[in-house]
């Protein structure tokens, strides 16, 4: 009974935001098939008669690891960070912002956007898991609701009936977006992530590209052919960017598109 109250009070103490993003990446983890739904209710690990706190402990430990990952490939991380290194490359910055400056932009516009999702899940999961009125196969089912309707809101229609087409179950054909399981959801979204991020890209790609060529074409009419043309072009894109405030366009438009 004391090693039971030891290991109670060693969870107590872990600061109450990393158990939120904890217990979220809990829910991203069991969330991803079917089987982790059963799992909580068919496996009861207990070491010396102290399952709950130990085991949550495991967890806690093991998913400061592995959900990192988890979180960033269900959330709009993925969109977000893409279309910042289309833009650092089509300014002609190889190393300006770098690249902690810009995880740490995605991620906080991530948090922005997401906000919303994380309030649902810590209000219909999280508390009454903590306060003991659901077990845990109940709080990841809770969890998963909000992530899933986030996900299939931002995926088209051609990604899920894809990756439906392409899973071995039969199953599929006949159910609503809303009750896919998370391992068609996901893929699912992530590839439409990419497909959006890469249509950015090419969108802001266009008038730094004019650019480079009217002052290439300028520099060959005037016989400049040795001058690199991207020594020229650099500070016009820099100028046109602040300028036309690029920073507060493109944040804006990248939250909107979640609207």
């Given at each position: 009974?004391?090693?039971?109250?030891?290991s109670s009070?060693?969870?107590n103490?872990?600061?109450?935001?990393s158990?939120?993003?904890?217990t979220i990446?809990?829910?991203?983890?069991?969330?991803m098939?079917?089987?982790?739904?059963a799992?909580?209710?068919v496996?009861?690990?207990?070491i010396?008669?102290?399952g709950?706190?130990?085991?949550r402990?495991?967890l806690?430990?093991?998913?400061i690891?592995?959900?990192?990952?988890l979180l960033?490939?269900?959330?709009?991380f993925?969109?977000?960070i893409?279309?910042?290194?289309?833009?650092?490359?089509a300014?002609?910055?190889?190393q300006?912002p770098?690249n902690?400056v810009?995880?740490g932009?995605?991620?906080?516009i991530t948090?922005f956007?997401?906000s919303?999702?994380?309030?649902q899940?810590?209000e219909?999961?999280l508390?009454?898991?903590?306060?003991g009125?659901?077990q845990?196969d109940?709080?990841?089912?809770?969890?998963?609701?909000p992530?899933?309707?986030f996900?299939?809101?931002?995926t088209t229609?051609?990604?899920?009936e894809?990756?439906?087409n392409?899973?071995?179950?039969?199953?599929?054909?006949?159910?609503?977006?809303?009750?896919?399981?998370?391992d068609?959801?996901?893929?699912s979204?992530?590839v439409?992530?990419?497909?959006r991020a890469f249509?950015i890209?090419?969108l802001?790609?266009?008038?730094?590209?004019?650019?480079d060529?009217i002052?290439?074409?300028?520099?060959?009419s005037m016989?400049?052919i040795m001058l690199p043309p991207?020594?020229?072009?650099?500070?016009?894109k820099?100028?046109?960017f602040?300028?036309?405030?690029g920073?507060?366009l493109?944040?804006?438009t990248?939250?909107?598109?979640?609207?």
């Open positions: 009974m004391k090693k039971t109250n030891g009070r060693l969870l103490n872990i600061p109450g935001r158990l939120i993003a904890v990446t809990l829910a991203l983890l069991g969330a098939t079917d089987a982790a739904y799992a909580p209710s496996v009861d690990i207990a010396n008669g102290e709950s706190d130990v085991v402990i495991l806690v430990l093991t998913l690891t592995l959900g990192p990952s960033l490939m269900m959330t709009c993925t969109r977000i893409i279309v910042l290194s289309f833009l650092r490359n300014l002609g910055l190889q300006s770098p902690q810009l995880i932009l995605a991620l906080f948090f956007i997401m919303p999702v994380f309030g899940i810590n219909s999961a508390k009454p898991y903590n306060d009125i659901i845990t109940e709080f990841i089912a809770r969890a998963s609701e992530l899933k309707e996900m299939l809101k931002q229609t051609q990604e899920v894809m990756f439906k392409l899973s071995p179950r039969t199953n599929l054909e006949n159910l609503e977006p809303r009750n896919l399981p998370m068609i959801v996901v893929p979204f992530a439409s992530e990419l497909k249509t890209g090419f802001i790609f266009i008038p730094f590209l004019v650019i060529m002052v290439a074409s300028t520099l060959m016989g400049m991207v020594m020229i072009s650099l500070p016009f820099i100028m046109l602040v300028v036309v405030d920073w507060g493109l944040i804006r990248l939250v909107m598109t979640y609207n």
